[in-house]
């Protein structure tokens, strides 16, 4: 199971990559992730988050009605959020690197 810790930290970075194939409401964002393997987010993690997007400029919202239950949000990627998640992704892939290499220096190190 994946930490919840590390989805988290990088909740903007999953949300522009889930954003990214297609414009979605709050539930499916989350659902998009748990149907990847990660923990479902709860609204008071998402929902901030989402605002603090839009506010950014990475996203935008809008209302769409829905016939089986109130309105809702609908969220979808604007330019400047594309070029947020992919600087975001080159910094995720250098992290990771950065511990691959760690791991292999104390493996080195160890023999």
Do not use: C
Not at 4 to 14: E, F, K, T, V
Not at 76 to 84: E, P, V
């Amino acid at each position: 199971m994946i930490s919840a810790a590390w989805q988290r930290a990088s909740l903007p970075m999953l949300i522009l990559d889930v954003l990214s194939v297609a414009p979605r409401h709050g539930y499916g964002i989350s659902q998009a992730l748990v149907a990847v393997g990660l923990q479902p987010i709860k609204g008071a993690q998402l929902y901030p988050a989402l605002v603090r997007l839009e506010n950014d400029g990475a996203i935008v919202a809008q209302w769409e009605q829905n016939q089986a239950g109130p309105a809702r949000k609908v969220y979808s990627l604007t330019d400047a959020g594309r070029a947020q998640q992919q600087s975001l992704q080159v910094e995720w892939v250098a992290f990771i690197d950065a511990t691959e290499a760690l791991k292999l220096t104390q493996e080195q190190m160890a023999e």
